[in-house]
């Protein structure tokens, strides 16, 4: 019970977004690769959906981290988008480059493509409230 404790209001995990990003990512990545079959689909969508529950949510934690605690608005939502976006492409990128994902670079796209505009919403919407807007 303790560790569910922890993990729920860890400073270093978001496991609402975490869970979120789970379940989109690896739907997309099932359907990326179910042409060659579903367990394929299924093994390369569990890797992403795995993946995503822990770095994703790290990654967002991440995010808000930064946005926080930089106190140049510009620079610190720059810099909470591009940090983590170029962290996960690249871990999500190594993770389908091992042995079960038949189209890793494709696999990775959608990470590439939604988490830019995720990571900012996220920084955006924190440092709103950060400020009092």
Known sequence: ???????????????????????????????????????PGLVAASKQALYTFFIGGVMTKMTENIVLHITH???????????????????????????????????TIPTFLFAPPGFFVWAWRKRRQMEGR
């Open 1 to 39: 019970m303790r560790l569910i404790n922890f993990i729920l209001n860890s400073k270093v995990i978001d496991v609402k977004m975490g869970s979120a990003g789970a379940l989109f990512l690896g739907a997309i990545v099932f359907a990326v690769n179910y042409r060659y079959g579903w367990e």
């Open 73 to 107: 608005r510009a620079k610190a939502l720059l810099l909470a988008v591009l940090l983590p976006t170029l962290l996960t492409s690249a871990l999500t990128f190594g993770v389908h480059s091992l042995k079960g994902t038949p189209e890793p670079f494709i696999s």
